[in-house]
């Protein structure tokens, strides 16, 4: 299988703050990918020094097989990868529709992509004239997402979809993201365990900015030998001798 994308040991400085302590991910084509970890693990600031929001001090960023090093944000999003910020971001006094025309990188692209998006997304349409600050949460995420597929991307970063929302509308956010899944890549952040197991293929986790493992999603879930069950206790799966893993209410944390 082809890699699309490869995170070769980059290190991220947020002012003088060390972020990111040489991360390093290979994504393959038509793969969905999660990165997992605590809150403050350093997921977000991944996906932001891929696109180059916040840049790397060190290491490289390729994407198909293109150096990033150097590029500004909205160059490296030129290229085809679409970013999904995890508090969607999106423009409360624009309607659905101007929403989705600002992201056109050449003109006629929603009429393009409009099949996809709307049977994706169907509420989308229905709203299409309404305030994108007066849908609901869950609408505006559709919205956030169906942004970042108007032009043609081959790559999207999603910071957690699944964040404050119904669990009804978690399970048409999965849907809709495996179906998009056919047709583009995906490097998914998600902390609730239960969305990133059935979504992805494969897994990267991080803490404190670090890798500490990666590998098939069944394995994380099916691997039997190290799973750990008590009566009072959340189950547990322990990687080694300094981690351990704990998903409770299918939400997941990390603990070195």
Request: glycine share 8%; hydrophobic share 40%.
């Amino acid at each position: 299988m082809t890699n699309l994308l490869h995170v070769d040991s980059i290190h991220t400085f947020i002012g003088q703050f060390h972020i990111l302590e040489g991360i390093t991910l290979t994504i393959p084509q038509g793969s969905i990918t999660a990165l997992l970890g605590r809150n403050g693990a350093g997921k977000t600031t991944t996906l932001k020094s891929i696109i180059g929001l916040t840049p790397p001090r060190t290491g490289r960023v390729l994407y198909d097989g293109a150096d990033l090093r150097g590029r500004r944000a909205f160059d490296i999003a030129a290229l085809g990868i679409g970013f999904v910020p995890e508090y969607r971001a999106i423009f409360r006094d624009l309607s659905v529709e101007e929403n989705l025309k600002i992201a056109e990188r050449k003109k006629g692209d929603l009429a393009r992509r409009a099949d996809l998006i709307f049977t994706l997304f169907p509420d989308l349409k229905r709203l299409i004239k309404l305030p994108g600050g007066q849908l609901s949460g869950g609408q505006q995420q559709m919205l956030a997402i169906a942004r970042a597929l108007v032009p043609d991307n081959r790559l999207l970063l999603i910071d957690e979809p699944s964040e404050g929302l119904a669990p009804v509308i978690i399970e048409h956010m999965m849907e809709a993201i495996r179906q998009l899944s056919t047709h583009i890549t995906v490097l998914l952040v998600e902390q609730n365990f239960r969305v990133a197991s059935q979504l992805a293929e494969r897994y990267y986790l991080i803490d404190d900015g670090h890798n500490v493992q990666n590998g098939m999603m069944s394995d994380l879930v099916q691997d039997r030998a190290t799973l750990l069950i008590t009566d009072h206790s959340p189950l547990e799966w322990r990687f080694s001798n300094r981690i351990a893993v704990s998903l409770s209410r299918s939400r997941l944390s990390c603990y070195l």
